[in-house]
Nanobody, 127 residues
Framework: QVQLVESGGGLVQAGGSLRLSCAAS????????AGWFRQAPGKEREFVAA????????NYADSVKGRFTISRDNAKNTVYLQMNSLKPEDTAVYYC????????????????????WGQGTQVTVSS
């Protein structure tokens, strides 16, 4: 019933930028902590970024810190991932995830905490 839909992926050159969007339907996304994960071929899904309900406590994997920014616009029921200075090793399918959360400032960086997932969007960074 709940659906998260990612968009904004594509093919970019190293050093370029993309902004991914995650639009939620059938829920009030402001009641959900949200995160981004990615999975490259032959690798396990890994944490990228997370954000609390009200946009507080953004946190990032060390590999993307300083380059990626997670944000949300609860009025639009959407979470974003701004990706700058992209590297070939950022190539992966990126997934948006959410979980209902009572706490306004709670975030999660492990995938087993999340209950709703999008279908993923491909990001390919060429060298």
């Amino acid at each position: 019933q709940v659906q998260l839909v990612e968009s904004g992926g594509g093919l970019v050159q190293a050093g370029g930028s993309l902004r991914l969007s995650c639009a939620a339907s059938r829920i009030t996304f402001s009641s959900y902590a949200a995160g981004w994960f990615r999975q490259a071929p032959g690798k396990e899904r890994e944490f990228v970024a997370a954000i609390a309900r009200r946009g507080s406590n953004p946190n990032y994997a060390d590999s993307v810190k300083g380059r990626f920014t997670i944000s949300r616009d609860n009025a639009k029921n959407t979470v974003y991932l701004q990706m700058n200075s992209l590297k070939p090793e950022d190539t992966a399918v990126y997934y948006c995830a959410g979980v209902f959360e009572w706490g306004s400032d709670v975030y999660y960086s492990t995938e087993d905490r999340y209950t709703y997932w999008g279908q993923g969007t491909q990001v390919t960074v060429s060298s």
